[in-house]
């Protein structure tokens, strides 16, 4: 978040339903960390009717690497309405305080078996601590795209990646992710244009 951009709240999770499938509700938890970009790493929820597509351009790519900074837990699902915004402004704070140079989006990274990595983009690797974790976004062949829209809608992109994948002969892992847009002032009154990429990792990628 920019110097001139005002604190903006959190989204908050619901009900775990189904992994990478995503349907988030806003709700108004206090930005904890004045100056960081909005961040919204939240839970896999289940998406809207399967006959429901929003029309988005998916595509098949190569992702890179993108090291972050993350607080790294296995979450109930009841629990991750706490954990999240928790651990988004615990690790902007940590990256003020550390000094890490160029912090970018917030993101969250979906593993197995209900691990959760919740945190920021940083510019470079880092030594942390027992709380912070230096970690990095999966590199590979990934199935993509932009999602614009409230975060409660999410689910339609998973589902559009999904359903993409399997017309195509593509394979997902279990593994995805979600890099959430800079806030932007004017999405406060047009929530359409709210920008959240979003990324399955192929089967033959994970290790």
Not at 1 to 23: I, T
Not at 32 to 44: E, K, N, V, Y
Not at 72 to 88: D, G, H, I, N, T
């Amino acid at each position: 978040m920019g110097r001139g951009q005002s604190r903006r709240a959190l989204p908050e999770v619901g009900r775990k339903v189904r992994l990478c499938g995503l349907r988030r509700g806003l709700a108004k938890a206090p930005q904890p960390t004045p100056g960081g970009p909005l961040g919204s790493a939240f839970a896999f929820f289940e998406a809207v009717s399967p006959n429901t597509h929003m029309p988005c351009q998916i595509k098949l790519t190569t992702a890179e690497p993108i090291p972050t900074a993350v607080i790294r837990s296995r979450v109930q699902p009841k629990e991750l309405s706490k954990f999240v915004p928790a651990a988004c402004g615990e690790v902007w704070s940590f990256i003020r305080s550390a000094g890490l140079p160029r912090p970018g989006r917030h993101t969250a990274l979906y593993l197995d078996a209900g691990l959760v990595e919740v945190g920021a983009e940083v510019g470079e690797r880092f030594a942390g601590n027992d709380r912070v974790h230096c970690s990095q976004l999966p590199a590979g062949r990934v199935v993509t795209t932009t999602h614009f829209g409230p975060y409660a809608r999410l689910g339609e992109a998973h589902a559009e990646i999904r359903r993409w994948s399997a017309e195509h002969g593509h394979r997902l892992s279990s593994i995805c992710w979600e890099i959430y847009g800079h806030w932007d002032e004017s999405w406060n009154a047009d929530p359409s244009k709210i920008r959240t990429d979003v990324f399955h990792l192929l089967e033959d990628q994970t290790p």
